[in-house]
């Protein structure tokens, strides 16, 4: 039973930048995909990122290209969001989730507890 756990997340000012972690355990996640997804509040869950088994691709809401890059450490177990140059409306509940190898709109398994971001000044 694969267990997700998001950290990362906090309070910081448009331009900014964050790195949420999403560390695995009671499995690996060298098999598995990683996504990242967010929900603000009064609206729908959206699917923000995701990367493949093995890292070799990668996919990414229009709203975040060239903004977020998402990373894998199957070593560390772990799967990185870095976010730059944030955005008011990045403000989120962000969730890791993971479904097996290849990323789908659906296929999610597993589920973090999420971390909150929030970018005001």
């Known amino acids: 039973q694969l267990q997700l756990v998001e950290s990362g997340g906090g309070l910081v000012q448009p331009g900014g930048s964050l790195r949420l972690s999403c560390a695995a355990s009671?499995?690996?996640?060298?098999?598995?995909?990683i996504g990242w997804l967010r929900q603000a509040p009064g609206k729908e869950r959206e699917g923000v990122s995701c990367?493949?088994?093995?890292?070799?691709?990668?996919n990414y809401a229009d709203s975040v290209k060239g903004r977020f890059t998402i990373s894998r450490d199957n070593a560390k177990n772990t799967v990185y969001l870095q976010m730059n140059n944030l955005k008011p409306e990045d403000t989120a509940d962000y969730y890791c989730?993971?479904?097996?190898?290849?990323?789908?709109?659906?296929?999610?398994?597993?589920w973090g507890q999420g971390t909150q971001v929030t970018v005001s000044s």
């Open positions: 989730a993971a479904q097996d190898e290849i990323c789908t709109d659906n296929g999610w398994t597993y």
């Open positions: 990367i493949s088994e093995g890292g070799r691709s990668t």
């Open positions: 009671g499995s690996t996640i060298d098999y598995y995909a």
